[in-house]
T-cell receptor, first 109, second 112 residues
Framework: GEDVEQSLFLSVREGDSSVINCTYTDSSSTYLYWYKQEPGAGLQLLTYIFSNMDMKQDQRLTVLLNKKDKHLSLRIADTQTGDSAIYFCAETSFQKLVFGTGTRLLVSP | KAGVTQTPRYLIKTRGQQVTLSCSPISGHRSVSWYQQTPGQGLQFLFEYFSETQRNKGNFPGRFSGRQFSNSRSEMNVSTLELGDSALYLC???????????FGAGTRLSVL
């Protein structure tokens, strides 16, 4: 079945690194995504990783993919208060996105 | 390049009414997908259109329908609104089936 799991909440201090974890189910996913949602807003595409990659780095963001364990993580370096938001991971399954429940990241000064 | 545009941003309706939401995809994108976001159920897939054809449909009742026009713009319609239809409706566009999906800001529907 389709079930993408994420922890619900993460709290860090400004300047620390944040790591948000996700487990997915569909091993045939072409892409795996991270989206960011701020209050009252839509989904902003943060980054994505192609399923044949292990790692992708994009400025402060690092995505790690462990296909054997079906585990995806997003690391945000030097976390800022503006990074406070809900972060969703998503897998592609039968031509649609299946989302996790979202991880609420709270960054304190 | 303009992003995905959804109109209106906010809607208030009463039970039993119907509503139509609109989505204009990124220029050149031919695939449009719709998702419903609620606090209880999270983000759920409604349907996907490509070249005016519905290719995939989620597990929603027949009251939820959509269509896509020749210019790739899409509309979704919800008939006989229920309180539980209150949600943020998000539209995403992509070049094609296996391409990256970009989302609009959403339409927040409140059913009273």
């Amino acid at each position: 079945g389709e079930d993408v799991e994420q922890s619900l909440f993460l709290s860090v201090r400004e300047g620390d690194s944040s790591v948000i974890n996700c487990t997915y189910t569909d091993s045939s996913s072409t892409y795996l995504y991270w989206y960011k949602q701020e209050p009252g807003a839509g989904l902003q595409l943060l980054t994505y990783i192609f399923s044949n990659m292990d790692m992708k780095q994009d400025q402060r963001l690092t995505v790690l993919l462990n296909k054997k364990d079906k585990h995806l993580s997003l690391r945000i370096a030097d976390t800022q208060t503006g990074d406070s938001a809900i972060y969703f991971c998503a897998e592609t399954s039968f031509q649609k996105l299946v989302f996790g429940t979202g991880t609420r990241l709270l960054v304190s000064p | 390049k303009a992003g995905v545009t959804q109109t209106p941003r906010y809607l208030i309706k009463t039970r039993g009414q119907q509503v139509t939401l609109s989505c204009s995809p990124i220029s050149g994108h031919r695939s449009v997908s719709w998702y419903q976001q609620t606090p209880g159920q999270g983000l759920q897939f409604l349907f996907e259109y490509f070249s005016e054809t519905q290719r995939n449909k989620g597990n929603f009742p027949g009251r939820f329908s959509g269509r896509q026009f020749s210019n790739s713009r899409s509309e979704m319609n919800v008939s006989t609104l229920e309180l539980g239809d209150s949600a943020l409706y998000l539209c995403a566009s992509s070049l094609g089936q296996k391409n990256i999906q970009y989302f609009g800001a959403g339409t927040r529907l409140s059913v009273l």
